[in-house]
């Protein structure tokens, strides 16, 4: 398996799927015309980061991005929690 599939959320970047190899919509089957009024797909090359850390990434202007990391207030001061 040399490339990976990538469904997302056309509207929101969201990554619904992943999946190994070439798809298109038909991977939903019958629903595919459903699908394909709300989602989208990038065929990217194979990569264990992607799959590992997908929840962390989204799709902006047709790019795999890595999300920004939010970190909460209480840990963002170099002076530590405690």
């Known amino acids: 398996m040399d490339t990976l599939t990538i469904f997302y959320n056309t509207r929101t970047g969201t990554i619904k799927e992943i999946c190994g190899g ?3 919509m038909s ?3 019958d ?3 459903d699908y394909a009024q709300i989602f989208s797909y990038l065929i990217v090359p194979y990569d264990e980061y992607i799959l590992a850390n997908f929840k962390n990434m989204n799709v902006v202007s047709g790019k795999l991005t890595v999300k920004e990391a939010t970190i909460p207030a209480a840990y963002s001061s170099n002076e530590g929690v405690i």
């Open 22 to 24: 070439s798809q298109s």
């Open 27 to 29: 991977w939903f089957g």
């Open 31 to 33: 629903e595919s015309e």
